[in-house]
């Protein structure tokens, strides 16, 4: 390669880089999303809250968690506003506020399978 030769870092020139570092600059704060739902429990009650609306109990019941468990991840999801609190009674209900998010879940779960990372989830996913 001689010296006039672009190198492959080189190609998109420095209006280029400058456009690559907004959108990467855009990205800040991804990460917090992706640490919340790499527990597995957490995803698990991101799903479930997805498809309907649910109480502690049930959510205990799906994942097969205690009661305090259970409440300490939606504590973490409710600090962050992820999900939605309907109080009836003495019962407390669930809700995902942004169903989008579901679509992320379901996303990972195709490209773990892709990467031979998670075996089958039954045809709720796909």
């Known amino acids: ?16 880089n400058q ?5 990467v600059h855009k990205l800040t704060g991804v990460a917090e999303l992706f640490k919340v739902l790499s ?14 609306e649910l109480c502690v109990r049930e959510m205990a019941e799906l994942v097969g968690l205690s009661l305090p468990a259970v409440s300490h991840h939606l504590r973490i999801l409710r600090e962050l506003d992820l999900v939605s609190v309907r109080r009836a ?7 995902l506020r942004n ?5 992320l ?18 045809p709720v996913l796909g």
Do not use: C, H, N, W
């Open 19 to 23: 456009d690559l570092r907004s959108e």
């Open 99 to 103: 169903r989008e998010i579901v679509g």
């Open 89 to 95: 009674g003495k019962e407390v209900f669930y809700s």
């Open 39 to 52: 527990d597995d429990t957490r995803s698990k009650l991101i799903y479930a809250l997805g498809q309907r």
């Open 105 to 122: 879940i379901a996303a990972a779960v195709v490209s773990a399978r892709t990467l031979g990372l998670v075996a089958s989830l039954g």
């Open 1 to 16: 390669m001689t010296k006039r030769e672009a190198k492959p870092a080189d190609v998109g020139g420095l209006s280029g």
